[in-house]
């Protein structure tokens, strides 16, 4: 049966370094109450020693992290336990924060769904989050939660090196290209420019194909769109609620502050 509560948050003095363990790199920031307190770093696996260990140790800070990749969250788990730190695992089967969910379904795009639900002050409508990511995934919920289901393809970068490792004769084209459309053009007169557009075009269309598909059943979505080449879409596709390049950290923060919260309530 769907849930229809939801737990309000109260403020709180806590600080989180919330870690996102992707499949390249490793995304960490302190949060308190659902914002930044420094900035948002990314840095590759190896580099998990660079992290501010001491002054973690020193301010009894929870590291709470999440991602499929084990021995990642092995190495930080370790680490904590030299420094004598707090440490999370989030695990996405003993959750129900989001419901209905399959066995399947990314933790990441759960932790979308956590954060973009807690981004808006009184959601009223479904929540819509586009990660713009390796693959770019579409998750859809309730405002209570229940899980409506989603769709995923891949990410912008991993079309442009699948188009660039076969034997096309076709030109590699660099993502940091990007940075430089200002506009669309679907009458491109290079291969480059065809494949830059290209594949702009089709993840804008992929995006506008899914919210018209879900908004014949569900009606006023906010959209909100995450992941690290979200800024590439961003400034082409307009048609969207909230960008927050930070929100898979915010739902990693949200999930354990709910987690308290609720052990609190019971």
Same mark, same amino acid.
Not at 43 to 63: A, C, D, F, G, Y
Not at 189 to 209: E, P
Not at 240 to 252: C, E, N, Q, R
């Given at each position: 049966?769907?849930?229809?509560?939801?737990?309000?948050?109260?403020?709180?003095?806590?600080?989180?370094?919330?870690?996102?363990?992707?499949?390249?790199?490793?995304?960490?920031?302190?949060?308190?109450?659902?914002?930044?307190?420094?900035?948002?770093?990314?840095?590759?696996?190896?580099?998990?020693?660079?992290?501010?260990?001491?002054?973690?140790? $020193?301010?009894?800070?929870?590291?709470?992290?999440?991602?499929?990749?084990?021995?990642?969250?092995?190495?930080?788990?370790?680490? $904590?336990?030299?420094?004598?730190?707090?440490?999370?695992?989030?695990?996405?089967?003993?959750?129900?924060?989001? =419901?209905?969910?399959?066995?399947?379904?990314?933790?990441?795009?759960?932790?979308?769904?956590?954060?973009?639900?807690?981004?808006?002050?009184?959601?009223?409508?479904?929540?819509?989050?586009?990660?713009?990511?390796?693959?770019?995934?579409?998750?859809?919920?309730?405002?209570?939660?229940?899980?409506?289901?989603?769709?995923?393809?891949?990410?912008?970068?991993?079309?442009?090196?699948?188009?660039?490792?076969?034997?096309?004769?076709? +030109?590699?084209?660099?993502?940091?290209?990007?940075?430089?459309? =200002?506009?669309?053009? +679907?009458?491109?007169?290079? $291969?480059?420019?065809?494949?830059?557009?290209?594949?702009?075009?089709?993840?804008?269309?992929?995006?506008?194909?899914?919210?018209?598909?879900?908004?014949?059943?569900?009606?006023? &979505?906010?959209?909100?769109?995450?992941?690290?080449?979200?800024?590439?879409?961003?400034? &082409?596709?307009?048609?969207?609620?909230?960008?927050? +390049?930070?929100?898979?950290?915010?739902?990693?923060?949200?999930?354990?502050?709910?987690?308290?919260?609720?052990?609190?309530?019971?």
């Amino acid at each position: 049966m769907a849930q229809k509560k939801k737990i309000k948050l109260k403020s709180s003095k806590t600080i989180v370094l919330a870690i996102d363990v992707g499949n390249t790199n490793l995304h960490w920031a302190f949060i308190k109450n659902g914002k930044l307190t420094g900035k948002y770093n990314r840095i590759k696996h190896n580099q998990i020693h660079s992290l501010p260990w001491q002054r973690i140790e $020193s301010n009894n800070t929870p590291v709470v992290a999440m991602g499929a990749l084990r021995h990642i969250q092995s190495k930080i788990k370790s680490i $904590s336990k030299t420094y004598k730190i707090n440490f999370i695992s989030l695990n996405a089967s003993k959750q129900n924060i989001i =419901k209905n969910t399959y066995k399947t379904l990314g933790i990441d795009r759960i932790c979308n769904l956590i954060g973009g639900l807690h981004s808006f002050s009184s959601l009223k409508s479904p929540l819509v989050v586009i990660d713009f990511g390796s693959a770019t995934t579409i998750s859809a919920c309730d405002k209570y939660g229940n899980f409506l289901g989603g769709i995923l393809r891949a990410g912008i970068e991993t079309e442009f090196n699948a188009i660039s490792s076969k034997p096309l004769s076709l +030109p590699h084209v660099e993502i940091k290209h990007l940075k430089q459309i =200002k506009k669309l053009n +679907p009458f491109s007169k290079t $291969s480059y420019d065809a494949i830059l557009n290209g594949v702009l075009i089709g993840q804008i269309g992929y995006i506008n194909y899914f919210l018209n598909l879900f908004q014949k059943q569900h009606k006023n &979505l906010k959209a909100v769109l995450t992941g690290g080449n979200a800024p590439l879409i961003a400034k &082409l596709y307009k048609d969207y609620d909230l960008y927050d +390049p930070s929100l898979t950290l915010k739902g990693i923060y949200y999930w354990y502050r709910l987690i308290h919260t609720s052990c609190k309530h019971n």
